[in-house]
């Protein structure tokens, strides 16, 4: 069956939405992109865009006029609006939102308001009638109209605990992701109800919480509460990793279960035997990428599995293929 190219809005141009913009620029992927939407002026949003700290100056030319942000002599449509809903999106089949603020399920359905077909939200969202993370439960899709596509260490979580559940039977297991720092941390101490979180992110090593433990526990609801999860965020300003310790019901031997991740390898869970430091990952399309040589299994039994992400850039891919699946279904 062939299917034409899936319309989407982008609602907000922050790290998500310019890494959106970037795959579809540098890919053939059959997506349509309507306009994009951002309240920022657009000589800031198109210089952020060309000119990107972590994946560096996009290749090609950048320039705008009134209305539009234009890409290689192709222009896009570019609104300010702070309300979606006052646009027209009739001829849109998915809005990406990108904002981070669809925290309630009024600001949540204004694409649908507009006239859009759906909404896929870029982040947790309790307003959001399905969360789901492709290579985990996309078969729960369904007919939901505002779904959230949840966190980028949930994708990289819940598809390796699936494909090991799957095989062997988890029966507990403890999750440490080395995450890089995000905009939600500051650059120089500042006053925070998160004391760890409110010292000086490029500085220091910070102890936090993630949201992928009550995530995994919602998109995997057999293994919640047998998993716990927390985070490092580390002074790096990209790519990130999972350290995933886990009870097997099934006896397993680190030749085992190597040979069965890298054969279960795929566009959601990439496997390298190389030995890489996390900037030879920017920008890697898979959800997680496990590395051979670190995966192990205790005298006791213990399994020990390590892996990459690109938070920002896998994620998007993600957000890109969950969206043309809504399309499509």
Excluded at 126 to 132: E, F, L, P, Q
């Amino acid at each position: 069956m062939k299917y034409r190219k899936t319309r989407i809005a982008l609602n907000g141009f922050g790290r998500i939405g310019r890494s959106i913009l970037r795959i579809l620029r540098g890919t053939d992927l059959p997506f349509e992109l309507v306009l994009i939407n951002d309240i920022q002026p657009l000589d800031v949003c198109a210089y952020l865009f060309e000119y990107d700290s972590v994946f560096g100056r996009y290749s090609g030319s950048v320039t705008y006029d009134e209305g539009h942000l234009i890409l290689d002599s192709v222009p896009i449509v570019f609104h300010h609006t702070q309300d979606l809903s006052t646009l027209d999106l009739s001829n849109v089949d998915v809005v990406l939102e990108c904002t981070g603020l669809a925290g309630n399920r009024a600001i949540a359905t204004r694409g649908m308001d507009a006239g859009a077909g759906a909404v896929l939200i870029s982040g947790p969202s309790d307003t959001a009638d399905k969360t789901i993370v492709l290579g985990a439960n996309e078969h729960e899709l369904g007919v939901a109209r505002i779904v959230s596509n949840a966190s980028c260490t949930t994708n990289a979580l819940a598809p390796l605990l699936r494909v090991l559940d799957e095989a062997y039977g988890v029966e507990s297991g403890h999750m440490t992701t080395v995450h890089c720092y995000t905009g939600s941390q500051p650059t120089v101490d500042k006053p925070g109800a998160d004391f760890a979180r409110s010292r000086a992110a490029a500085l220091s090593m910070v102890p936090t919480t993630t949201s992928a433990q009550r995530l995994c526990g919602e998109v995997l609801p057999h293994l919640a509460g047998r998993i716990e999860a927390r985070a490092i965020r580390v002074p790096t300003a990209s790519v990130s990793a999972i350290d995933l310790t886990v009870q097997t019901r099934a006896s397993v031997t680190t030749d085992m279960v190597r040979t069965y991740l890298k054969e279960a390898s795929s566009n959601i869970l990439g496997w390298t035997e190389q030995p890489l430091v996390s900037s030879d990952l920017r920008m890697r399309p898979e959800s997680l990428v496990l590395v051979g040589p670190e995966l192990s299994v205790s005298v006791g039994g213990l399994l020990r599995v390590f892996g990459w992400y690109d938070n920002e850039w896998g994620f998007s891919m993600r957000m890109l293929e969950l969206a043309q699946r809504m399309t499509q279904r």
